[in-house]
Antibody
Framework: QVQLQESGPGLVKPSGTLSLTCAVS?????????WSWVRQPPGKGLEWIGE???????NYNPSLKSRVTISVDKSKNQFSLKLSSVTAADTAVYYC??????????????WGQGTLVTVSS | SSELTQDPAVSVALGQTVRITCQGD??????ASWYQQKPGQAPVLVIY???NRPSGIPDRFSGSSSGNTASLTITGAQAEDEADYYC????????????FGGGTKLTVL
């Protein structure tokens, strides 16, 4: 069973860069999955941030694309999120998740527990 | 369009049947997946593909799709089904991006 675990600072200053890492266990990050980031502001819904394939191919949410970088480290079996120029609006619980895709369908069978990142001075 | 629209809130009497819907252009060509989220917890996959349940999800949960609308049906709702439910699909514009619906808060009366 694939397990994911987010890690990183819980507090980031405005205009700074949010950096999170997702460690993957129970499976290889080089398997045929997209590795994704999803966030949830307090009291609000889920927002898709972006994803990466083990080859390094990425897809990003257009509303965040100019500030987001997702990368993969196959040697450590983990992937990372960087979000630059953060504001209070970026305060959220950040989840990493595995996306399994088939013809005309895809789903997230595995999620990390989530980590709260607060943007504040 | 990259949007998925859900009703913000739905209620159901204990033991009755409830349908939660999700509308969006992408659903004409891509099956939705559905997630249950309880307070303070990560989302949990409940339905994927045409109508598939992961191991451990009760068979009272089912999915269907017609045109631009995907539906999650709970037949015989239980108190523990009270939660937020989110649909997910891919952007139909060909940009291969993910998108979530706004979520539906299910109350079991």
């Amino acid at each position: 069973q694939v397990q994911l675990q987010e890690s990183g600072p819980g507090l980031v200053k405005p205009s700074g860069t949010l950096s999170l890492t997702c460690a993957v266990s129970g499976g290889s990050i080089s398997s045929s999955n997209w590795w994704s980031w999803v966030r949830q502001p307090p009291g609000k819904g889920l927002e898709w941030i972006g994803e990466i394939y083990h080859s390094g191919s990425t897809n990003y949410n257009p509303s965040l694309k100019s500030r987001v970088t997702i990368s993969v480290d196959k040697s450590k079996n983990q992937f990372s999120l960087k979000l630059s120029s953060v504001t209070a609006a970026d305060t959220a619980v950040y989840y990493c998740a595995r996306f399994l895709e088939r013809t005309w369908s895809g789903w997230y069978p595995n999620w990390g527990q989530g980590t709260l990142v607060t943007v504040s001075s | 369009s990259s949007e998925l629209t859900q009703d913000p809130a739905v209620s159901v009497a204990l033991g009755q049947t409830v349908r939660i819907t999700c509308q969006g252009d992408s659903l004409r060509s891509y099956y939705a997946s559905w997630y249950q989220q309880k307070p303070g917890q990560a989302p949990v996959l409940v339905i994927y593909g045409k109508n598939n349940r992961p191991s451990g999800i009760p068979d009272r949960f089912s999915g269907s799709s017609s045109g631009n609308t995907a539906s999650l049906t709970i037949t015989g709702a239980q108190a523990e089904d009270e939660a937020d439910y989110y649909c997910n699909s891919r952007d139909s514009s060909g940009n291969h991006r993910g998108v979530f619906g706004g979520g539906t808060k299910l109350t079991v009366l």
